[in-house]
């Protein structure tokens, strides 16, 4: 079992810059690929970004592509997000998760799942 404990979000306006980050715990962090989803209301989760295990392959999402950026501190056990240049319609609950075998943005194969943490992006 793989624990994921997110922080960061909150209230930022459009234009702003926000960090999450996902702690890790339970297993060998750097044997897991790392994603980051978000959920707007009454939307599907859907994928954002995502790296492997080693942090040498990053995914984007077309609509965050040259805003958001993800890495990973192995030493840390964390992933981060950093977004910058925020939206209003970034505005979702921002899930981390983790698998150990697939690189890539299909939510279901991502075995682990942080509890979701809120950003807002004010007009």
């Known amino acids: 079992q793989v624990q994921l404990v997110q922080s960061g979000g909150g209230l930022v306006q459009a234009g702003g810059s926000l960090r999450l980050s996902c702690a890790a715990s339970g297993r060998t962090f750097s044997n897991y690929n790392m994603g980051w989803f978000r959920q707007a209301p009454g939307k599907e989760r859907e994928f954002v970004a995502a790296?492997?295990?080693?942090?040498?392959?990053?995914y984007y999402a077309d609509s965050v592509k040259g805003r958001y950026t993800i890495s990973r501190d192995n030493a840390k056990n964390t992933v981060y997000l950093q977004m910058n240049s925020l939206k209003p319609e970034d505005t979702a609950v921002y899930y981390c998760?983790?698998?150990?075998?697939?690189?890539?943005?299909?939510?279901?194969?991502?075995?682990?799942w942080g509890q979701g943490t809120q950003v807002t992006v004010s007009s």
């Open positions: 790296i492997t295990w080693s942090g040498r392959s990053t």
């Open positions: 998760a983790a698998n150990a075998r697939y690189e890539g943005m299909i939510r279901d194969e991502y075995d682990y």
